[in-house]
């Protein structure tokens, strides 16, 4: 694979990718970016911690860097689009750092602030404009931005605008995209809906697939810890003391489970903080400083916030809920173990929450190894007797207790683990199932 040194970048950012030291390119960068420098169109399916943004971000700063142009007030020479403002500042601290010894001017505009200040920084002018699509159309619709100089235009995380209701504000902000332009597109899956909005979009587009789903995953250490729901707090506060927790992303399924859990962790001797969608966007913005700067160990999110997040150092991933859909396990584990970094994603799954469990490692192609630091729970709600497993003799009574959920024999569960522990899965102990394939989706056909 080629490094950075031997891509036709110009040197001021070679420079700054040095000073991040990155050498060689990720396989989304090592793809998108010669047919990006190239003018090419991209259709890019690819999630986050795969390095996408520099995918897209280094070849716009490359073209535009290149020669020096004055940024016009309110009209930007390239757009990207970002469904959550999260993202959007992402984005642009990606811009910043590899931008660094350039003198390009990139301005953020997105919603649930005022937006005083972003309109006078559009007046200031901006080469590159990062923007969520609801607050871009207002600001359009003002008169604010005007896209008819725009060169390059990229679409981040389509896959996500579309699952929060933003096709309708993207089909007006692309009506005013000009004719003559490079368009990269990025989605993390390609159902039919954004099949077809690539194909409105790109003309005859580079198409690149990483498989960021069995790559990341394989990175990542995943565990799964069977409990019963009263047992989950005690378990986190346990993993939340071992040695090697740096920061940790732990996933309720809801808002409330999320502020509720915050709140009991920080009444114990963990500083926490919730961060969901009923916060306000400054509130949020706040949590993730904290979590950045450290001040904060633990933080506790719903699944649509803690899309896209981006930070180094996140030691472990915690489902405390399991995701209702298994897709959500992907992204949410893809929060640790980024850029080759190692990380651990433990699940705790209730008996009531097997067939979530069930659906992930179907997705994933793998089973979860068990937990070997859940040896001290009692779960026995394996209905299946399946042959009695039982208990070799002398060794710990694990099963018999009065916490069973179905109270009699009959729901002895099997002892698989070799840890002593039981895995309500029946036999299979960690091995690896059939890889489903992620990559060779269909390469879609553009009209032009
Ligand atoms: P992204 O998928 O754009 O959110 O990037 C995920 C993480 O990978 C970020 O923390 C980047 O700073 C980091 N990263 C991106 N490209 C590289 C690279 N070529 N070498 C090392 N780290 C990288």
Redesign the pocket.
């Known amino acids: 694979m080629k490094t950075?040194d031997e891509l036709e970048l110009i040197e001021p950012l070679k420079r700054s990718?040095k000073e991040?030291?990155?050498?060689?390119?990720?396989p989304?960068?090592a793809q998108t970016i010669p047919a990006a420098l190239d003018e090419y169109d991209v259709l890019g399916c690819?999630?986050?911690?795969?390095?996408?943004?520099?995918?897209f971000?280094l070849p716009i700063l490359n073209y535009l860097g290149k020669e020096a142009r004055k940024a016009r007030p309110n009209q930007p020479l390239a757009l990207v689009l970002a469904p959550t403002r999260e993202l959007a500042i992402?984005?642009g601290e990606?811009f910043a750092?590899y931008g660094k010894h350039l003198r390009l001017r990139h301005v953020l505009v997105y919603g649930g602030v005022n937006q005083a200040g972003q309109v006078r920084a559009l007046n200031r002018g901006a080469h590159v404009l990062v923007a969520t699509p609801g607050r871009l159309l207002d600001l359009m619709n003002q008169g604010f931005v005007r896209l008819d100089q725009l060169e390059v235009f990229v679409l981040d995380e389509a896959d996500r605008m579309l699952d929060m209701g933003f096709l309708p504000d993207l089909k007006r902000i692309i009506r005013e995209l000009p004719e003559q332009r490079q368009s990269l597109f990025f989605s993390a899956t390609m159902p039919p809906k954004i099949v077809d909005l690539a194909q409105s979009l790109l003309f005859e587009p580079v198409t690149v697939n990483v498989t960021p789903k069995t790559t990341s995953v394989e990175r990542i250490e995943q565990r799964v810890a069977f409990l019963e729901r009263n047992s989950k707090l005690p378990h986190l506060e346990k993993l939340l003391l071992g040695d090697d927790v740096e920061r940790v992303i732990v996933f309720t399924r809801t808002k409330r489970g999320a502020n509720v859990l915050a709140e009991k962790l920080s009444k114990g001797k963990f500083k926490a903080v919730a961060i969901h969608g009923n916060k306000s966007q400054n509130a949020r913005q706040r949590a993730l400083d904290a979590f950045k700067r450290k001040q904060v160990q633990v933080l506790v999110a719903t699944d649509v916030a803690a899309r896209?997040i981006?930070?180094?150092g996140i030691s472990h991933v915690v489902n405390y809920d399991m995701p209702v859909e298994a897709e959500s396990y992907v992204h949410r584990i893809g929060r640790t173990g980024?850029?080759?970094a190692d990380g651990i994603a433990v699940s705790f799954c209730t008996p009531t929450e097997r067939d979530e469990l069930s659906a992930i490692e179907r997705l994933i192609g793998q089973k979860i190894p068990l937990d070997p630091n859940c040896q001290s729970t009692d779960f026995q709600w394996d209905k299946s007797s399946g042959g009695g497993g039982g208990q070799k003799s002398g060794g710990r009574r694990r099963f018999g207790n009065s916490r069973s959920r179905y109270g009699s024999n009959s729901a002895r569960p099997k002892r698989t683990a070799s840890n002593g522990s039981t895995d309500p899965r029946g036999s299979g102990n960690g091995k690896r199932g059939p890889k489903k394939s992620f990559g060779q989706r269909k390469r879609a056909t553009v009209k032009a």
């Open positions: 950075f990718l991040q030291n990155y050498t060689t390119p990720t989304i960068q690819a999630q986050t911690g795969t390095g996408k943004t520099a995918a971000a992402q984005i990606s750092t896209g981006d930070i180094d980024r850029a080759g």
